[in-house]
């Protein structure tokens, strides 16, 4: 059965940075699109970040280009999240998915699985 294991959610006060990774396992990692995804308290999860499995193309939600970088070792299966300049808005679960393509999990499809979760709050 695939795994995708978040960690490095926590507490982090406006204006600072996080690094989530991803590991995963039973999973062709190298040869999978991988996604970022977030659901904060009373709404909708909601795209973050997708890269696909060669590292030639990622995308990012408006609200966090410039600020979050995504990326992956696939010599260690692991995706990570970059997240810097957060603010309370970033607020939320943090989700890793695998994904059928990286430009279809910008548009919420094609999500095969999903991790449990890590919890981002941003907060003075």
């Known amino acids: 059965q695939v795994q995708l294991v978040e960690s490095g959610g926590g507490l982090v006060q406006p204006g600072g940075s996080l690094r989530l990774s991803c590991a995963a396992s039973?999973?062709?990692?190298?040869?999978?699109?991988m996604a970022w995804f977030r659901q904060a308290p009373g709404k909708e999860r909601e795209f973050v970040a997708a890269?696909?499995?060669?590292?030639?193309?990622?995308y990012y939600a408006d609200s966090v280009k410039g600020r979050f970088t995504i990326s992956r070792d696939n010599a260690k299966n692991t995706m990570y999240l970059q997240m810097n300049s957060l603010n309370p808005e970033d607020t939320a679960v943090y989700y890793c998915?695998?994904?059928?393509?990286?430009?279809?999990?910008?548009?919420?499809?094609?999500?095969?699985?999903w991790g449990q979760g890590t919890q981002v709050t941003v907060s003075s």
């Open positions: 890269i696909d499995w060669s590292h030639s193309n990622t």
């Open positions: 039973r999973l062709t990692f190298s040869t999978y699109n």
């Open positions: 998915a695998a994904v059928a393509t990286a430009r279809g999990a910008a548009q919420g499809k094609g999500i095969d699985y």
